[in-house]
């Protein structure tokens, strides 16, 4: 129980004084990438051998005895998802870091470097030759600035007394006995923080909006619905460092003097969800949630809410209707939720990150926070990392870095020495950018420039074997399905946009539709009702600026140069590798194929429907697509 | 006709989250966590529970993506088709699933329930795409070679 600031200051000072009595501690990485490479596994043979050796003690806590001690942590994202299983010993200051761990090293990384002073170089980090030992050597990560993700990887994900000895509720102490609320909602104002899921809203005015209203029953709430295909950053803060997101929102909820927070979890986040679950469990049997909080008569109640496979339900008014138990279809704005969001409340509305930058803010001041990233966009932002990239993973850096600098310092550069095209930024709502925009600095505003948007920091990196009007119909059929139906510009429009695409892709394509394409695209975005539906056409509208030559050899060459597109493939015959078996012909569904056996035979281009059923089986490799 | 024990087991649930409107998603949410899907006579009597019409229980749950009145298979595979999957190759992995389990676009489930496949827009683990997510397992770096192995697997 802890009732009372010296309570914490105490709690505080024991959980610092346990952490340093380790003498070695073992730390897994869990979050969601690992665990798919089999983490868990990991994690129970390590407890399982240290469990099973003299001489040392397994302690979840640390207690007193004379043995050596060990801890066994689940982390948070340690950073290099490609290169998971992670695992870091670390003995004091010193960190070594380990991947791709499989089950049968681990006996091994326990008597030689646990036990032992010995690293073992095979399973070092590797780049352009050079093996790096500690964590923050590694480029991937010494290039990276970490505010949000400070902790992840540290610290047990899952440890109240870990979150505190990383420092973790001071801010809320701060915050509580050392400032009005006016006086919180004056510093993320002054900060210059702005909302970190997409629209870059300043969240000290949205902050200031709620603290206003003649209307006392406010709501704190979270999005963590992070629904773009190829972002992974709100998970990992959810599941890495679940404390620092209930903390972040507590202070929101003092500042702007709400007693509900809630957080909305897309559905496909489990694990999130579990963390989140077992802090809430937690804190509120310590008292550090509910009722009177450190004795200060500040009341904060947390609840958590799924998310049910609706991409829509990331705009706030759908969200809102989402936890009342409604349809989550976006309503017609104003009123804004700052004015009436859930149960026509004013209602805090912010994404996971930004409730996770706010703790530090509190603790170091604007000042510091405004000396990091650029004048208009102060601070961090996290990306994650995917694509034809050669390190996956999840980043934080300071706002105004550019491109080159992500995908070449700290990505390490294209997948299998491929070149580079695009990156996707903004997912389905965003649009992408080309080599010649690499040295652009990533910010709201910048970025804007450029026709497309920062948004929540999915970095979906493409090269030469990716074609960009396909990618365009991608995103198209996602926003389509995703349309919640209400207006008729999004539900219409995009149905059309989709189908327009369709055939192009197809090779029916005529030059005008890139003009109806244009056409149906700035109706939409300037007629949508909600953002989903207003930001739908952009990935289209960016690759037509972009890439217009690969629409146009589409339409008019029938060519697709990254040979994505079945239709415009053309199956050819190789008669230097052709024996003649005629297997190719029996298999063809529309008999596009002929000839005699023994000689090579010929692929009718004109009856071809490209299934690639002959290529799949030749006996020979002797049928390729031509380019 | 549900036996009694659906209906206990929807009490329990309902109690859970309280009587009240607001609690219709977390309730179906929990109700397809145990049948593996929403049986229609369990929505009308969780509606009239919590006080709302049918007509609203039902114009919700078939808004959610998630929520199915067709009972799914023992393994609900959801094969990633985000950004990231799809940059990587993830259509070859459902076109392996949807051929070697004999199912359509149409047809999802197989006839003996063992297998449900369908498709997903991010499960989060982007770094290690293509991947593919059985119930609650996330599987990396998937290939269409993967996906033949893990069907056999869960086949046992």
Known sequence: MINNREELKAAVASAKEQIKEYDVRILVCSGTGCIASGSEKVYEEFVKIVGETPGVTLTFEPHDSDEKKLGVKKTGCQGVCELGPLVRIQKGDQVIQYTKVQIADCQKIFESTVLGDEVIEALLYKQNGISYKAPDEIPFIAKQTRIVLENCGKYDAESFDEYLAGGGFSALQKALFEMTPADVVDEIDKSGLRGRGGGGFPTGRKWKQVARQKETTRYVVCNGDEGDPGAFMDGSVMEGDPYKLIEGMMIAGYACGAENGYIYVRAEYPMSVARLRHAIAELESRNMLGENILGTGFNFYMHINRGAGAFVCGEGSALTASIEGNRGMPRVKPPRTVEKGLWEKPTVLNNVETYANVPKIILQGSDWFRSIGTESSSGCKTFSLTGSIQNTGLIEVPMGTTLREIIFDIGGGLKDGGTFKAVQTGGPSGGCLTESELDVPLDFETVKKYGTIIGSGGLVVMDDNTCMVEVARFFMSFTQRESCGKCVPCREGTKRMLEIMEKIVAGKGELEDIDRLQELATMIKSTALCGLGKSAPLPVLSTIRMFRDEYVEHIVDHKCRAKVCEAMKKYVINPDECRGCSKCAKNCPVGAISGVVKKPFTIDPSVCIHCGACKENCAFDAIYIED | ?156
């Open chain 2, 1 to 156: 006709m549900l036996d009694q024990s659906y209906y206990t087991k929807t009490d329990e649930i309902i109690a859970v989250y309280g009587k009240k409107p607001a609690s219709l998603i977390p309730i179906m949410q929990d109700i397809q966590g145990v049948y593996r899907y929403l049986p229609g006579e369990l929505l009308t009597y969780v509606a009239e529970q919590i006080g709302i019409t049918e007509a609203k229980a039902y114009s919700v749950a078939t808004f959610y993506e998630n929520f199915s009145f067709e009972p799914k298979g023992k393994y609900v595979i959801k094969v990633c088709d985000g950004t990231a999957c799809h940059v990587r190759k993830s259509a070859p992995i459902l076109d392996t699933f949807t051929k070697e389990l004999g199912l359509s676009k149409k047809k999802h489930t197989t006839d003996d329930m063992m297998f449900t496949v369908e498709t997903v827009s991010c499960l989060g683990a982007c770094g290690l795409a293509p991947t593919v997510m059985v119930n609650e397992d996330v599987h990396p770096k998937m290939t269409p070679e993967k996906a033949q192995e893990l069907i056999k697997e869960l086949r046992g």
